[in-house]
């Protein structure tokens, strides 16, 4: 008879509910099957909701994992009856299958709801990415402690605020820093496209959620047009998540520069490769945009009133990560009423004629990439698998010494906002 530490993880729950999320998910879906293989058991089976990432790693969703994506305190209240029927049936899935462990990715707004439900459940509840309660509502830190068992943390400030809680916290690095960034053949897609090689080309990523599209075609559109007047051979490469797809085609169509719509993970990491510079919405494909070295311009539009609330709470001076982490404006960020076509396009053209520009958000991104554990022993999903494997035996990860979490001192700015 197998002793208690040699137990294979047999089913494993998780709840993604976005594209950054299904890309963590089947990443860690992935360590999750090798880390059993290396300890001689079999695969763990995967049930929950994901995208297409964590399909292709043999999750059969519950529902369509776009439902969830929504971005905005007053463009969620429209879909508050769906999103209350998908928690109903996400929970009773949870608790007719009871899974080993159940791993909620991400999108706080619906997954707190979630641990919140289960909490009685005889299963752990571990969530993976910290809600950014460090940046807002920060006394929602006691509301995450409540609900979960454990929290795997993405960045390295965040055990030393979440754990004064109560909150067991395994900082276990971004996976981003497995990703494709200098896997990419730039040349190859620029040959695959007629994009001459001494052309000036712009990776365009407008989001992953129909609302981001909404807000942000129109002035990415304008600025687009804007450098095409002052750069007559730009040409225009814009990675798309697989259900905004079509929709995107469509809209690009009349756009100067002939846009290029490319899928797959492997299509976006070519184009990161080919690009000479990335305008992106704010979100974690800042840190895909740094991993692969493109210099970038990060916007964001929400509706005025969804930002109005959120500048009487946030309490952190940057929206994008790449700042967050590296504690300085080494990326433009232009939010809301700075969203404009000609300021777009200025800071664009400046990352362009200015090597001293690209140099800082070079200098950031090296820094960025170790703080997220880019040259640890163990990959960050690898890290997570293990953790979550330690959580199911009822114990904490070993061997904390692999990555050492930031300490107080050496965080600086980025401690100080998690202790106010």
């Given amino acids: 008879m197998a002793s208690d530490s040699e137990r294979p993880l047999r089913h494993v729950m998780l709840v993604a509910g976005e594209a950054s999320g299904d890309q963590l998910g089947a990443r860690l879906m992935s360590a999750l099957g090798g880390l059993a293989g290396d300890l001689g058991h079999p695969a763990p089976r995967f049930s929950g909701v994901g995208g297409p ?15 969830l994506s929504v971005m905005g305190i007053l463009e969620i209240l429209p879909r508050v009856p769906q999103l209350r029927r998908r928690l109903i049936q996400t929970v009773e899935a949870a608790r007719s299958a ?29 969530q993976y990415v910290a809600p950014q309660v460090w ?33 067991p916290t395994t900082f276990v690095g971004h996976s981003v820093v497995e990703g494709g960034a200098g896997k990419g053949d730039g040349a190859g897609f620029r040959a695959r ?7 000036t080309l712009l990776v365009v ?33 814009i990675p798309a998540v697989a259900h905004l797809a079509e929709e995107l085609e469509r809209e690009v169509a009349g756009w100067p520069a002939a846009p290029i719509v490319v899928q797959g993970e492997q299509g ?48 952190i001076p940057y929206a994008c990560l790449v700042n967050i982490i590296a504690e300085r404006p080494a990326v433009p960020e232009l939010l809301q009423e700075n969203c404009r076509p000609d300021r777009l396009a200025e800071a664009i053209g400046r990352l362009l004629r200015d090597p001293q520009a690209r140099a800082v958000q070079h200098d950031a ?56």
């Fill in 193 to 199: 496209h007629g994009i001459a090689a001494d052309a």
């Fill in 268 to 315: 976006k990491w070519d184009a990161f490769a080919a690009g000479d510079v990335a305008l992106a919405a704010s979100g974690s494909v800042a840190l895909e945009l740094a991993m692969a070295q493109i210099p970038m311009v990060i916007a964001y539009r929400v509706n005025p009133a969804s930002a109005a609330i959120a500048r009487r709470l946030i309490r």
């Fill in 135 to 167: 940046a807002w509502r920060q006394g929602r830190a006691r509301i995450v402690a409540e609900r979960f068992d454990h929290l795997l943390a993405l960045l390295p400030f965040e055990p030393g605020f979440f754990e004064p809680w109560g909150l």
């Fill in 365 to 420: 991104a090296q820094m960025v990439r170790e703080m997220l554990g880019g040259s640890a022993p163990v990959p960050p999903s690898r890290r997570a698998a293990e953790a979550l494997r330690a959580v199911f035996l009822g114990g904490r990860l070993p061997d904390q010494g692999r990555m050492t979490p930031v300490r107080p001192a050496q965080a600086g700015a980025g401690w100080a906002w998690a202790r106010r």
């Fill in 205 to 237: 990523l407008p989001g992953s959620r129909r609302s981001e599209l909404g807000r942000l075609l129109q002035p990415f559109a304008e600025t687009v047009a804007l450098l095409s007047r002052s750069m007559p051979g730009l040409r225009v490469a």
């Fill in 53 to 67: 990432l964590m399909e292709a790693q043999g999750l059969q969703s519950l529902f369509p994992m776009r439902e």
């Fill in 98 to 126: 009871q899974p080993d462990i159940v791993v909620t990715i991400d999108a706080p707004a619906f997954n707190l709801r979630i641990g919140q439900r289960l909490k009685d459940a005889p299963f752990p509840v571990v």
